[in-house]
């Protein structure tokens, strides 16, 4: 039985710094993406694939604002959507351009994610979103639309939102078939549309999903074997901007829950990472990896790199006695 | 073994005529429609929704133009791609609310539709799409964007594209396994996102294919016993706008044949759909409805009406000698 991975991959993966986000610049960025993926089909993984939003969803906001006059703007969750049916698609041709003859099949799901009404984050909407208001037309749109909007970083005003997290995905089952047929599966798209349960259903919530603990949440519901957060450097470090520093090759569970607690991790990037990483473990899952696109194969895998001297970071259950296996699985 | 039926909404249904298209007007027509789908799906029939994307990939449009000064335009096949994530999910969260407990699960897969390169249609773009421009806009923005833009019934310049014919769906097989296992699944929304075959793989072409030709086309690639044809009046018409005008109950493949050839049926409304149904039928369906919302259970199940006095459209292989059977199946 073929083992799953769930892989997530940063915002900025799609759109890289300095990229405006023309339709040619994703398409390349997505191949290179598909590229890496495909390094672990050919392995007989399953693969599960969960992309970020945020620069995407950051235009789609600015042509609604642009364009307010003429059409309604969507709510936030509905572009939310339009961002998955987007880069889902980008994503599934990408698979198909590279991905041949390793895949059978490429296919994205329009994917919801619950939260809890009464999360705590709801109290507190932390998470800017969209473009910049002056102080006026900010104050004109929190009082037409129920915006909470905050100044930040003395660039102007920013609609704010909560992100709450995530306690289920309304597409477990869909997923599950697909991947067991083979597909390869896009989904969870920036997070995945927030939604709650009410009385007769589901609501879209305006919210943002953190994407590596939706990512963590539709590996857990899966039981998949490994979570996969992909970002920008090679490994996790340990004491960073000290003299100290140095990359984390492979931790247990409880090691870095003593890391976290230390506040080795910032909130802001690793932290929410490593902790994505720990509740899956904890949760069940077998290995989890933080690493860089060209590392992933060789992180997930536990085979050397091919590119010398470098490592990415494997967190695990509980850490092999040294000596007693082999291999690092 | 139960039955498939892929259903085709139109346009219209999910914003209606007078209508600007807001998130919540769009939400209640989607429960109209979730109620007529779930009136399938309680006899047993499995289902695959197609829907329309006109006003809103329109709407879309419109905001690309307006916030082109600030973020880059995506492409028109982008656009598509975007109203499958954003009406995918509007129209999943509308079945899971009227569904339970019929429903097992409801999927949206955003759809990639297969079109020739060399599709005469290509030599002459005739849809048009998105908003009005002046002369002088519409001539920089071909110089700009190599459109192909045409005076549109005084109003103004619009930018026309392509609608060529659907040979293919890339997603069949995820569909299929999807149906299997009891899902609905909403698919080739807006006739899906029209894409040519290229020696790596696919890419995307600026077109729009006719969304009840792409059911059609899906309905086959499926085998799928039924393709209902949904739209504004309760059936075909013979000898319409003349003291003749009567509605059509059913009629076989090759009688719809000879009223097509006679001009029965008008370009801009029934005659594509009544092709569909007749192509649908000659690849092996086995019956094709075209009616009103309203009417498409009685139609399908071919049973008594509950709104007396009005009838759907049913379109069949050969119709039965008059008396050699019971019912109409």
Redesign the interface.
């Given at each position: 039985m073929a083992k799953t991975a769930v892989v997530a991959l940063g915002g900025n993966a799609l759109i890289r710094e300095g990229q405006?986000?023309?339709?040619q610049e994703q398409e390349a960025n997505a191949t290179a993406m598909a590229r890496s993926v495909c390094s672990l089909l050919r392995t007989g993984w399953r693969v599960v694939l969960v992309h970020g939003n945020g620069p995407q969803v950051g235009?789609?906001a600015?042509?609604?604002?642009?364009?307010a006059a003429?059409?309604?703007a969507?709510?936030l969750f509905?572009l939310g959507?339009?961002?998955?049916?987007?880069l889902?698609?980008?994503i599934?041709?990408a698979l198909?351009?590279?991905g041949?003859p390793w895949i059978?099949?490429a296919?994205?799901?329009?994917t919801?994610v619950a939260v809890s009404a009464d999360d705590p984050a709801f109290d507190n909407p932390s998470k800017p979103i969209g473009?910049f208001f002056t102080a006026e037309q900010a104050a004109s749109l929190s009082a037409a639309r129920g915006w909470v909007v905050k100044e930040d970083s003395g660039r102007g005003y920013r609609r704010v939102v909560a992100s709450p997290e995530p306690v289920g995905i309304?597409?477990t089952?869909?997923i599950r078939?697909?991947l067991e047929?083979g597909?390869v599966v896009v989904a969870a798209g920036g997070g995945g549309?927030p939604?709650v349960r009410t009385a007769?259903?589901?609501?879209?919530v305006d919210a943002v999903i953190d994407k590596d603990y939706a990512a963590q949440q539709l590996a857990t519901s899966l039981a998949a074997e490994a979570l996969v957060l992909v970002t920008g450097v090679e490994s996790v470090l340990l004491d960073y901007g000290t003299p100290q520093q140095r990359p984390i090759e492979e931790m247990a569970c409880a090691e870095a829950e003593r890391y976290l607690a230390d506040g080795q991790f910032p909130e802001g990037s690793m932290g929410p990472k490593v902790r994505a990483a720990v509740r899956f473990l904890r949760y069940g899952g077998e290995v989890a990896v933080i690493t860089s696109p060209e590392l992933v194969y060789a992180s997930l895998e536990g085979t050397v790199s091919q590119l010398e001297g470098t490592v990415g970071t494997r967190i695990v259950r509980v850490r092999p006695t040294v000596g007693a296996v082999g291999g690092r699985w």
């Open positions: 405006s986000g023309t339709y235009n789609l600015i042509q609604q604002e642009e364009g003429l059409v309604p969507q709510p509905a959507s339009m961002t998955q049916g987007q889902g698609s980008l599934c041709l198909h351009r590279v041949d059978i099949g296919v994205s799901v329009v919801h473009p309304v597409e089952a869909a078939t697909l047929a597909q549309v939604i007769t259903g589901y609501a879209g």
